[in-house]
């Protein structure tokens, strides 16, 4: 991805909570909803993997 790539993502709340959980200078690559795979989703970052659950 190129350093002005915009950002992928499924959903726009989930990519809006990973934004608000990253440090200064980093930023989101990709938020993937977990379909399938439970409730949640997948956030990649600069140096980041999250993986989020709910219940």
Do not use: C
Not at 14 to 26: N, R
Not at 38 to 55: C, D, E, K, P
């Amino acid at each position: 991805m190129s350093q002005g790539a915009e950002p992928v993502f499924d959903k726009r709340d989930q990519y809006e909570q990973v934004v608000s959980g990253l440090l200064d200078g980093e930023r989101v690559l990709a938020v993937y909803d977990a379909i399938g795979a439970g409730t949640g989703f997948i956030g990649h970052a600069h140096n980041v993997i999250l993986w989020h659950l709910t219940r």
